[in-house]
């Protein structure tokens, strides 16, 4: 099983990234995923989620209107967009693929927000 994260990086106060997670080794197609992020010294926190068929998503209150999460179930690829990024949004985002209390995690993407 593989999780791998892209796209991260250093950007300014109200700019965007888009993150991606490619996904292999189990059947992407059945299992929620789920965006994570974890700032220094903070727990790991729970960003957005979105149901295997894509059909469903959740948000932190905290990204609500500014994060949107995808998936392509043919790519086996889950992304999040992220507009509008503030300072404290600076975290290493992990994406997680959950089903029925099985649980695998990437290795995660550091996002730096600073002017």
């Known amino acids: 099983v593989q999780l791998v994260e892209s796209g991260g990086g250093l950007v300014q106060p109200g700019g965007s990234l888009r993150l991606s997670c490619a996904a292999s080794?189990?059947?992407?197609?059945?299992?929620?995923m789920k965006w994570y992020r974890q700032a220094p010294g903070k727990e790991r926190e729970l960003v957005a989620t979105?149901?295997?068929?894509?059909?469903?998503?959740r948000y932190a209150d905290s990204v609500k209107g500014r994060f949107t999460i995808s998936r392509d179930n043919v790519k086996n690829t889950v992304y999040l967009q992220m507009n509008t990024l503030k300072p404290e949004d600076t975290a290493v985002y992990y994406c997680s693929a959950g089903l029925f209390g099985i649980r695998y995690w990437g290795q995660g993407t550091q996002v730096t927000v600073s002017s």
């Open positions: 080794g189990f059947t992407f197609s059945t299992y929620d």
């Open positions: 979105v149901t295997s068929a894509g059909g469903i998503t």
